[in-house]
């Protein structure tokens, strides 16, 4: 074999039937398709796994914090809260003002007539008690 045969170069000639040169750029065409498709597909599922895994943090954050106070409230549960405390302050009010002036309520007695029925039953109560236990 002659020297100019054994190198490869730039000038260097190949021949190939076409139908394999389309061949050839047929399959690195189907082949990049192939590839962007499934880097695509894992782009996808790693995005969807990350807004996931946030989802869920914020999640658990809401669920500990929530209940504690510390996120703040909805607008009705303050709106509820000044009322409860609105009502607090009116019953301590109302309270005090009983506290005051329930010296008449220490010195009630009832009127006679009441104080009699009540003696009246009392008595009759005994009586009937005195009656049943001599029928036994």
């Known amino acids: ?9 730039d000038d260097t000639k190949v021949a190939m039937p076409i139908r394999n040169i389309i061949s ?9 398709w192939a590839y962007s498709g ?5 782009n996808r599922i790693e ?4 807004v996931r895994k946030e989802a869920i943090e ?9 209940p504690r106070g510390t996120m703040g409230s909805l607008p009705d549960d303050a709106e509820q809260n000044r009322e409860i405390q609105a009502l607090q302050l009116e019953i301590e009010r109302i309270m005090e003002e009983v506290e005051e002036n329930d010296d ?8 006679k007539e009441v104080q009699d029925t009540i003696d009246k039953v009392r008595e009759l109560e005994i009586r009937m008690t005195i009656m049943e236990t001599k029928g036994s």
């Open 104 to 111: 008449w309520i220490d010195a009630f007695k009832p009127p």
């Open 47 to 50: 995005t969807n796994q990350e």
């Open 1 to 9: 074999m002659s020297q100019d045969t054994n190198h490869i170069s």
């Open 58 to 66: 914020l999640n658990s954050e809401f669920r500990i914090n929530w």
């Open 24 to 32: 050839i750029v047929g399959a690195v065409a189907v082949s990049t």
């Open 38 to 42: 499934v880097i695509e597909r894992l």
